[in-house]
């Protein structure tokens, strides 16, 4: 199966500043999805990316895929107290029902 | 957030002991993952089940047994634990559209997590 690496594994980050977290892939993936994880919680998903090279938004948050569908980020601007917590990146194979989940990266914002 | 409950929360055992945990849905998903999570290797997949009585190992699955006997439950048992399966435990659980996987939102949805501590 794939294996996912997402860098970096921690992210400090002043309030107000933009960064970004990258993941990834060993093969090509069917598509890959975003979680997010808050202290203390549970992963929630953020979204899935399936085409070749998509680009999603969701408010301060700028999800890619890249061409060869083998490599993702997410980028998040003026990062605010609410954005802290584990960002994960989670690739799917071909025709696989299981996802293969990268380290994650966990942000911790200064005031 | 979906309907999905894990049992116990918390545990803490002795090495050697059996263990159950039991994840439970109310959603009619098909499938269900058993993962743990550890410092700095995110989530990794123990065993999934695509349905009653289907089910297969993940990349950690060694010390490891599932059993889905209905559709609403998934336990995992470790039959003798160790230090080593300390652990946090979240079940996950998905399903897909008839438009097929690879088009489909497939989403995972997450139960609370079991904090297991094995001493």
């Known amino acids: 199966g794939q294996q996912v690496m997402q860098i970096p594994q921690y992210q400090h980050v002043q309030e107000g500043e933009d960064f970004t977290t990258y993941c990834n892939s060993s093969t090509t993936l069917s598509n890959i999805q975003w979680y997010k994880q808050r202290p203390g919680g549970h992963p929630v998903f953020l979204i899935q990316?399936?085409?070749?090279?998509e680009v999603k938004k969701q408010k301060r948050l700028t999800f890619q895929f890249g061409e060869a569908k083998k490599n993702s980020s997410l980028h998040i601007t003026a990062t605010q107290t609410t954005d802290v917590g584990t960002y994960f990146c989670?690739?799917?194979?071909?025709?696989?029902?299981?996802?293969?989940f990268g380290a994650g990266t966990t942000v911790t914002v200064r005031a | 957030d979906a309907g999905i409950t894990q049992s116990p929360r918390h545990k803490v055992t002795e090495t050697g002991t059996p263990v159950t945990l039991r994840c439970h849905q109310t959603?009619?998903?098909?499938?269900m993952y058993w993962y743990r999570q550890d410092p700095g290797h995110g989530l990794r997949l123990i065993h999934y089940?695509?349905?009653?009585?289907?089910?297969d190992k993940g990349e950690v699955s060694d010390g490891y047994s599932v059993s889905r006997s209905k559709t609403e439950d998934f336990l995992l048992t470790l039959e003798s634990a160790t230090s080593s399966q300390t652990s946090v435990y979240f079940c996950?659980?998905?399903?897909?559209?008839?438009?097929?996987?690879?088009?489909?939102?497939?989403?995972?949805?997450f139960g609370p997590g079991t904090r297991l501590t094995v001493l």
């Open positions: 089940s695509y349905g009653v009585k289907d089910t």
């Open positions: 990316l399936v085409k070749s090279g």
């Open positions: 996950a659980i998905s399903d897909f559209g008839l438009a097929g996987v690879l088009s489909s939102y497939n989403e995972q949805f």
């Open positions: 959603e009619n998903h098909r499938y």
């Open positions: 989670a690739g799917q194979g071909p025709n696989d029902y299981k996802l293969s």
